[in-house]
């Protein structure tokens, strides 16, 4: 095995390992917190879950075989399967992003009207279009056999195998999918979070303004204090960049390299280096296990449920250690009564 093989295995490794883990524990903390379930934002982070997890379970082992094996387990009707789901999952969770910025959008912008504005009715009809959207691609590629083993990704996807018959109209596809799914949710999350970093910057500003007019009155405040003020105004406004970056860059980070290696493949005559197209792959898989992280784990809200859940278990893990060990010396010291009532029964000799 090459080093760049070993390495790509590796990363496939810790991003399977890594996207499970984080799925399930948003999953975990969904079920136990009902606050969580009573929010619109938990319908769509629940079906982004549950395509990144589904995504971490089928497709991404297949492409750690691929790379290890250069091949696919099981047979064409089973790469077709999982050809089938890669393309449905991808295309789901990036609506479901797009949808999880609009609510943000509507809950910065117009925070008075937002429960009218956006109701559980909302969100389950915006979930139903992504998964209308999501099926009728993925079901397209199926009937056409535009699904199959990508020697390129080493994995079940979208491949042209009927290369000569069919090649501009698998060309239009892919420019229309990615145009309707990549292209879209870019614009959509480049539109709605900007507008969220205008509004947190005018709030922000508005504080500075307030804290300096109070720090002009405090004529006697220690220095320390004002500069502490200073520097939180500007983590303040630091923290708000920060975030719309995140949300913004993993999505383009991630999907940008694929989405252009596969426009640009339909349009070249010599193929691209495999290592290349494995690499694009992981870094589009690679944002199922920051998803978890972006959108739930690092709010307030799942860390806190996060910490009560191992509290709890933390404390049933002591009361049964103690139950234990009392039944333990409940035990022992009825051995011990018994052992002093057959002495006292025993006859003196």
């Known amino acids: 095995m090459h080093t760049a093989e070993l390495a790509l295995s590796l990363l496939l490794v810790l991003i399977i390992v890594v996207s499970l883990l984080s799925n399930v524990l948003v999953l975990i903390c969904f079920l136990y917190n009902a606050e969580i379930r009573k929010q619109v934002p938990g319908l769509f982070i629940l079906n982004l879950t549950f395509c990144n997890l589904l995504l971490s379970a089928s497709s991404m082992p297949l492409t750690l075989f691929g790379?290890?094996?250069?091949s696919h387990p099981?047979?064409?009707v089973f790469c077709q399967v999982v050809g089938f789901l890669d393309t449905f999952l991808t295309t789901n969770s990036m609506l479901s992003m797009a949808a999880l910025s609009i609510d943000r959008w509507v809950a910065v912008v117009f925070p008075l009207s937002y429960h009218s504005r956006i109701r559980h009715r909302d969100a389950v009809i915006a979930l139903a279009y992504t998964w209308v959207h999501s099926?009728?691609?993925?079901?397209v590629a199926a009937c056409l056999s535009w699904v199959g083993y990508h020697q390129l990704y080493a994995s079940c996807t979208l491949c042209n195998v009927r290369a000569v018959n069919a090649k501009a109209q698998f060309a239009i596809y892919t420019l229309v999918l990615h145009s309707l799914t990549f292209m879209l949710v870019s614009v959509v999350l480049c539109v709605t979070y900007l507008k969220v970093l205008k509004v947190a910057r005018f709030h922000c500003k508005r504080i500075d303004v307030i804290t300096m007019q109070t720090l002009v009155l405090l004529v006697d405040i220690h220095p320390s204090v004002r500069q502490r003020c200073l520097e939180e105004q500007k983590r303040r406004r630091q923290r708000a960049t920060h975030?719309?970056?995140?949300?913004?860059?993993?999505f383009v980070i991630c999907f940008s390299p694929y989405v252009i290696t596969r426009i640009v493949e339909l349009f070249m005559t010599e193929p691209f280096?495999?290592?290349w197209g494995v690499l694009c792959k992981s870094l589009a898989y690679s944002k199922?296990?920051?998803?978890?992280?972006?959108?739930?784990l690092l709010r307030h809200q799942y860390r806190k449920t996060c910490s009560d859940i191992i509290n709890r278990l933390m404390k049933c893990s002591s009361l049964n250690g103690s139950g234990l060990q009392q039944e333990n010396g409940n035990i022992v010291r009825s051995k011990e009564i018994v052992k002093e009532v057959e002495l006292e029964a025993r006859p003196a000799d």
């Open 135 to 139: 099926l009728s691609f993925s079901v």
């Open 273 to 275: 280096n495999p290592y």
């Open 243 to 250: 975030k719309i970056s995140t949300f913004i860059g993993t």
């Open 74 to 76: 099981g047979g064409h």
């Open 67 to 70: 790379v290890l094996s250069n």
């Open 288 to 296: 199922a296990a920051c998803d978890p992280f972006v959108y739930s």
